[in-house]
């Protein structure tokens, strides 16, 4: 039995626990010998009772870890445990940081440098708006976008991410076969293509109301800093910020309309000490240390890698302002990859849109 097998062994049994699974794998020396001690011995450990030893036991000589492990690379999976280099560091901080994940797609060691976006899953057009546009300009920096696949806020920063042709990573609270919510299925595979799927329950387990707070433990625990867009006074975003706070993180919060109950929570996260942020360049200016010095010792950002189609627009447009109908002529593109290009320079500050159609140069 391979170490992950083992972990998996452990992972699956009922009760025990990330918290203690590293007590016995520290005492033990490693998973497999875990599953190989003695009932009498694994008993003697603190918090381990004879019930949950017999468990640990059964594990050791049953074939569930080989079936879920099997289910699991049919889906094209695989396990990220907590001794993997690719384990984010900042995870490994949290006391109960959990020992195994199971993943869909790939995990990278820039994935290390992330940012979580969060919200209230019954967002406003103004809250999944400004989420897109955050998300997208920091992916475009070369942050990863952490975040839990939810309904709203959540979904809206993956699309963001993925528009910026970024990295994210998708923490989900239930089994990777049971994802949830079901229409988030197409944008999961579009995520496990440009970054991962994660979870840390098993393949077919249902999400309910203690999984999504186990998820948005791993989306704080993940992130360098967090960034709620949109909350309301009980939304699951602030208990993923009050986590975010306990582990010495920066909390981010965009500020909303006082009229409105969706804007209520990150308004007040605001008022007790989240950083007031209106555009992605002041995270980005927080965040300098993450990009390589220059010459003269400054943090500049990255510049980015702009497309084909965005290097011509910008140099028909240091020639003047131009019409849309201009640009398609000049450049020969069509329309729809024109104004596609327009939106994405205009959201890297590149060009501005003037009345009537128009745009010049930022």
């Known amino acids: 039995m391979t170490e992950d097998l083992a972990l998996l062994a452990l992972h699956l049994?009922?009760?025990?626990?990330?918290?203690?699974?590293r007590r016995l794998?520290?005492?033990?020396?490693?998973?497999?010998?875990?599953?190989?001690?003695?009932?009498?011995?694994?008993?003697?450990?603190?918090?381990?009772?004879?019930?949950?030893?017999?468990?640990?036991?059964?594990?050791?000589?049953?074939?569930?870890?080989?079936?879920?492990?099997?289910?699991?690379?049919?889906?094209?999976?695989?396990?990220?445990?907590?001794?993997?280099?690719l384990y984010p560091k900042a995870l490994r901080q949290l006391h109960n940081a959990p020992v195994l994940l199971q993943a869909l797609g790939t995990v990278l060691e820039s994935d290390q440098n992330a940012i979580g976006i969060v919200g209230s899953r019954q967002s406003t057009f103004y809250g999944s708006e400004y989420a897109?546009?955050?998300?997208?300009?920091?992916?475009?920096?070369?942050?990863?976008?952490?975040?839990?696949?939810?309904?709203?806020?959540?979904?809206?920063?993956?699309?963001?991410?993925?528009?910026?042709?970024?990295?994210t990573i998708a923490i989900i609270g239930s089994g990777l076969g049971c994802l949830y919510p079901p229409e988030n299925k197409v944008l999961s595979e579009r995520i496990s293509q440009n970054g991962a799927v994660l979870s840390e329950f098993p393949l077919e387990f249902p999400?309910?109301?203690?999984?999504?707070?186990?998820?948005?433990?791993?989306?704080a625990g993940?992130?360098?800093?967090?960034?709620?867009?949109?909350?309301?006074?009980?939304?699951?975003?602030?208990?993923?910020?009050?986590?975010?706070l306990e582990q010495g993180r920066q909390v981010y919060a965009i500020?909303?309309?006082?009229?409105?109950?969706?804007?209520?929570?990150?308004?007040?996260?605001?008022?007790?000490?989240?950083?007031l942020v209106t555009c992605a360049e002041d995270i980005l200016d927080e965040m300098q240390e993450l990009f390589p010095r220059n010459r003269n010792g400054s943090q500049p950002l990255p510049a980015?890698?702009?497309?084909?189609?965005?290097?011509?627009?910008?140099?028909?447009?240091?020639?003047?302002?131009?019409?849309?109908?201009?640009?398609?002529d000049v450049t020969g593109l069509s329309a729809a990859k024109v104004s596609s290009a327009l939106l994405s320079l205009e959201m890297k500050r590149r060009v501005k849109p003037l009345p009537g159609q128009w745009w010049s140069r930022a």
Do not use: M
Request: one cysteine or more; a neutral charge; glycine letters at 10%.
């Open 222 to 244: 993940w992130s360098t800093d967090l960034l709620v867009v949109e909350a309301g006074e009980k939304s699951g975003a602030l208990i993923t910020a009050n986590l975010a």
């Open 25 to 85: 794998r520290d005492h033990f020396g490693s998973a497999t010998s875990v599953l190989r001690a003695p009932v009498n011995e694994l008993s003697r450990l603190q918090g381990i009772s004879h019930e949950l030893s017999l468990s640990i036991k059964h594990a050791s000589d049953g074939d569930q870890a080989e079936r879920e492990l099997g289910q699991l690379a049919f889906l094209g999976g695989w396990l990220l445990s907590d001794e993997n280099p």
């Open 132 to 167: 897109k546009r955050f998300s997208y300009r920091l992916a475009s920096h070369s942050l990863t976008i952490v975040s839990g696949l939810a309904r709203g806020i959540d979904t809206a920063a993956h699309q963001g991410a993925l528009a910026a042709k970024g990295r």
């Open 13 to 21: 049994v009922p009760n025990l626990g990330p918290v203690r699974i």
């Open 207 to 219: 999400p309910n109301p203690q999984t999504f707070p186990y998820r948005n433990r791993i989306v």
């Open 255 to 275: 500020p909303g309309p006082l009229d409105r109950p969706s804007s209520a929570g990150t308004n007040r996260l605001i008022q007790q000490g989240a950083k």
């Open 304 to 328: 980015l890698l702009l497309p084909p189609e965005e290097c011509l627009l910008l140099e028909v447009l240091a020639t003047g302002e131009k019409a849309i109908d201009d640009l398609v």
